[in-house]
């Protein structure tokens, strides 16, 4: 039995209210994409990539939108080189300008180890969205984290949730851990208070991360800064 793909919360299917009609002979291509979104909406990837590919070329936006599709549904279905195909043919129909799939592209590369690609594709999606796209500077973040430079990661996490109107528990929290590493332990410890408080009491990592905080606080120990806990995925967003 195959297990639903855990994805970031914006690799979710494009809902038909932000589809562009160009004229009124696009109504099959809106069809379509209905069609594919309630087959998406089932768990039924293969079928909505069937009805994702009915969308042409003369399609305008509304093409862009079903490549992109199409692309998280091989993503669900774990295709992932599939899922990168067709998230560079999305952001090539819109002229390089389409944040939501060079964000995906992002996490599609993260996830085969291309982390240099990866980055360069969050990068581009904070630059065509106006620096405005908050899951690309939490998931620059994670790269940044994982190469040890935390002050470069707390800078994402801040962009993040600065983007998102201070609702985004998850960098919050990820902001704590990268500030406790820097030995700032104060300041760590009300992110992690807010990422708790944001979520409504209900996030273990976070948590974990504040127990252990204000023990360091106490009785500082720096090997027990290892057991500090990011958060992977972006689906704590509150909008």
């Known amino acids: 039995?195959?297990?639903?793909?855990?994805?970031?919360?914006?690799?979710?299917?494009?809902?038909?209210?932000?589809?562009?009609?160009?004229?009124?002979?696009?109504?099959?291509?809106?069809?379509?994409?209905?069609?594919?979104?309630?087959?998406?909406?089932?768990?039924?990837?293969?079928?909505?990539?069937e009805e994702y590919r009915h969308l042409s070329l003369s399609a305008g936006e509304s093409h862009a939108t079903?490549?992109?599709?199409?692309?998280?549904?091989?993503?669900?279905?774990?295709?992932t080189d599939e899922a990168i195909v067709y998230y560079k043919r999305a952001v090539v129909a819109r002229k390089g300008r389409y944040p939501m799939a060079l964000h995906a592209l992002g996490v599609a590369l993260k996830d085969l180890r291309r982390l240099s690609e990866a980055k360069e594709a969050f990068r581009q999606s904070i630059v065509t969205s106006g620096g405005n796209y908050a899951p690309a500077h939490y998931m620059l973040g994670l790269l940044m984290m994982g190469e040890g430079d935390h002050e470069a990661a707390a800078a994402s996490f801040r962009e993040a949730i600065a983007r998102s109107k201070d609702r985004f528990p998850a960098s919050h929290n990820n902001l704590g851990v990268a500030?406790?590493?820097?030995?700032?332990?104060?300041?760590?410890?009300?992110?992690?208070e807010t990422?708790?408080?944001?979520?409504?009491?209900?996030?273990?990592?976070?948590?974990?991360?504040?127990k252990l905080c204000r023990s360091l606080l106490?009785?500082?120990?720096?090997?027990?800064?290892?057991?500090?806990?990011?958060?992977?995925?972006?689906?704590?967003?509150?909008?």
């Not at 002979?25 to 293969?46: S, V």
């Not at 990422?195 to 504040?210: K, M, P, V, W, Y």
């Open 179 to 192: 500030l406790a590493r820097m030995g700032r332990l104060p300041e760590a410890k009300r992110e992690f």
């Open 218 to 239: 106490g009785s500082p120990a720096k090997a027990q800064l290892a057991s500090l806990k990011t958060v992977k995925t972006t689906e704590r967003i509150r909008k």
């Open 1 to 49: 039995m195959r297990h639903k793909r855990l994805l970031l919360a914006t690799l979710l299917v494009t809902l038909l209210g932000s589809v562009t009609v160009a004229q009124t002979g696009q109504e099959d291509a809106l069809d379509a994409i209905r069609r594919g979104n309630e087959k998406y909406a089932k768990a039924e990837y293969e079928l909505a990539i």
């Open 66 to 79: 079903s490549l992109y599709n199409i692309g998280v549904c091989y993503y669900e279905l774990w295709c």
């Open 195 to 210: 990422a708790l408080r944001q979520a409504d009491g209900e996030f273990d990592d976070a948590t974990h991360n504040l």
